[in-house]
């Protein structure tokens, strides 16, 4: 017994030893994006992204994707040297070294709401969770398991996105945007056809309306012909914090009997508290909870009831995972946000909502939008409306390198370092600034 003791133990080390990072690879990407509208201004022609590839000493490589922009970038690269000859389950000793690199690193706070793992104050949370990912999906790779069985196991096996509608312009506004199957979104009408076209695709049973860009009475005239569209859908509407307090209650009025949930109509937890203790009306954030001081706060306030995770800038899955907990804890819903995203971070976002017991609303994906790929195989499927699991190792996806190859010589041509969708909307409107709330 003592010797197959021994013998077990030293087979154990040895199979550690091959779970050192031998080199690490991050490789920015720019992905076309539609001329899609919102709070701030208008999406320019290319969203920014990170590719990370983590290659351990048995040759497997874990890969993890997130934001792009040159703060994110610029600390990303900072780091990913030194993570060579770590172990890949040295989760806490990556945090470390993320943390001394970013106290070394001056980066200037980006006023950016609408990517908010750009932000200062996000920026060590996004660089570590496109690393944790990576890690996470080498560990699972070399066990041969997938990677929500490190998270505890699924509780489902598919997970449900919604419909994330915008307004938008057609590709012809500028030579610069890619043509795209969606056209012109402007008034109810355009806005419907184009939930049934993602719908008809996709399958959704829920739909979320990006709103603040037109008068918002004719927003939520969105909202009354998509429940009419669409009577057994679950509606959401997302203003992005562009109304005042007086406004989004009296929206809150027409579209009471309407919503499943009020996102982040009006800037502030204050606000926010008042909006909800006017109206009664359930509302969700990505934008005024984005820390656990922002959370703490919002609890004593109840500003929110449902808090939209995103473990780019919730400090990762497992971060998330304990974000579900505390929710949980206080009777408060989850769900999640979204980014201009591929397929990595599609799947990073599955594999941590099938481990979450406390998933209560369909999720977000920009996903439809994204035309570009780096995945052998292409997009990954969505089906009913769901991502579905496989038993495949880790992610169960695969980097395809002469796409990724593609999309940085895209980035490195293209002129767009820091997304800025107000500098973007200034192009076809000299005279827009920022206002908030500007209804």
Known sequence: MTIIGATSLMSSKIELATMKISAVRVTPIAIKDP??????????????????????????????ETYGDAPVL????????????????????????????????????????????SMGDNLTSSVFSGFEVAFLDLQAR?????????????????????????????????PEYAP???????????????AKKMIEQYGFESIKLKAGVFPPDEEADAIKALKAAFPNHQLRIDPNGNWSIPTSIRIAKRLANDLEYYEDPTPGLEGMSE???????LQATNMVVTSWDHLKRSVE??????????????GGLRATQALARTCQAFGMGLSMHSNSHLGISLMAMTHLAAS??????ACDTHYPWQSDEILVGGKVPIV???VHLTDKPGLGVELDQAKLADLHQAFLTCRIRTRNDVTQMQKFRPDWSTVKPRF
């Open 180 to 194: 795209d199957p969606y056209g012109e979104a402007v008034n109810p009408a355009q806005i419907v056809a184009q």
């Open 356 to 361: 979450v017991h406390h998933l209560t609303y």
């Open 301 to 314: 306030l109840n500003s929110v009831q449902i808090v939209l995770s995103d473990h780019h800038y919730w």
């Open 142 to 174: 070399t066990l041969g398991i997938p990677l929500v069985e490190l998270l505890g196991g699924a509780v489902r096996n598919k997970v449900a996105y919604s419909a994330y509608l915008f307004y938008k312009w057609d590709a012809s506004v500028d």
């Open 384 to 386: 009913g409306g769901c």
């Open 35 to 64: 001329a899609l509208l919102n709070a701030a201004g208008v999406h320019e022609p290319f969203g920014l992204r990170s590719i990370i590839e983590v290659v351990g000493a048995n040759g497997m490589v874990g890969l993890g």
């Open 275 to 281: 909006v909800y203790k006017a109206t009664g009306l």
């Open 74 to 117: 610029d600390l990303l690269t900072r780091v990913k040297d030194s993570l060579v000859g770590l172990s890949a389950f040295d989760l806490n000793g990556l945090l470390g070294m993320v943390i001394a690199e970013s106290k070394l690193t001056k980066t200037a706070h980006i006023e950016m709401e609408l990517a908010p793992g």
